[in-house]
């Protein structure tokens, strides 16, 4: 079935330093990709999302790369801050409606 | 709304007790899907509806738990004869229409269950 492969599970980057979380998906119909952020204690947040006839995607201090080839996609976060602290969370969907999410990423920015 | 709200936003109930968790979409949101996220672990989808189509129960675990959407809005979950492992924070999303064509879902706040 439709999966979604998201390393690594814990990161941990000291301030001003970048972050990278990569994702892995299986179904080759899927055309769009978010990603989510979830603080503690509060529902996930989209953040940055891209879709398949783009390959990069920037907003400030985070971008998202695309390899339709080799499915894969990746969250870019630069000069990381404290408040970038959270589990970040990539999804897939293409064919369907259900979107497929990683694992998650508990990232911590340490001061 | 604003956003999508749920209730209650935390819940202890004792073993054996039925609870009910509520969601009221995005206004306009046609699409609204259940999310169970039990602690530390990612989003294990539940169930899904869309306008007046059949909702999509495949994710639900067991035949203890149901949900029903009203009038195509509100949305309520009901877990039965709760379990301890039933304790977990039960998100609900919505979306304008289908995400195939890209359309984000919002996620709410959550509700958390604690069953003890």
């Known amino acids: 079935g439709e999966n979604v492969e998201q390393h690594p599970s814990t990161l941990s980057v000291q301030e001003g330093d970048s972050a990278v979380i990569k994702c892995t998906y299986s179904?080759?119909?899927?055309?769009?990709f978010p990603w989510y952020k979830q603080e503690l204690g509060k529902g996930p947040q989209l953040i940055i999302d891209?879709?398949?006839?783009?390959g990069e995607k920037k907003d400030q201090r985070i971008a998202v790369t695309l390899n339709k080839t080799a499915k894969h996609f990746s969250l870019h976060i630069t000069e990381t801050q404290p408040e970038d602290s959270a589990v970040y969370f990539c999804?897939?969907?293409?064919?369907?409606?259900?979107?497929?999410f990683g694992t998650g990423t508990r990232l911590k920015v340490l001061a | 709304g604003a956003g999508v709200s749920q209730s209650p936003s935390n819940k202890v109930t004792e073993k054996g007790k039925d609870v009910e968790l509520r969601c009221d979409p995005i206004?306009?949101?046609?699409?609204l899907y259940w999310y169970r996220q039990s602690l530390g672990q990612g989003l294990e989808f539940l169930i899904y509806?869309?306008?007046?189509?059949?909702?999509?129960k495949s994710g639900l675990p067991s035949d203890r738990f149901s949900a029903e959407r009203t009038g195509g809005s509100v949305s309520t979950l009901t877990i039965q004869r709760t379990q301890q492992e039933d304790s977990a924070v039960y998100l609900c999303?919505?979306?304008?229409?289908?995400?195939?064509?890209?359309?984000?879902?919002?996620f709410g706040e959550g509700s958390w269950l604690t069953v003890v």
């Open positions: 999303a919505s979306s304008l229409a289908t995400p195939i064509s890209g359309n984000t879902i919002y």
């Open positions: 179904d080759s119909a899927s055309n769009y």
């Open positions: 891209i879709r398949s006839n783009v």
């Open positions: 999804a897939a969907i293409g064919g369907t409606y259900k979107y497929i």
């Open positions: 206004s306009g949101h046609t699409a």
């Open positions: 509806f869309q306008g007046n189509s059949a909702p999509d």
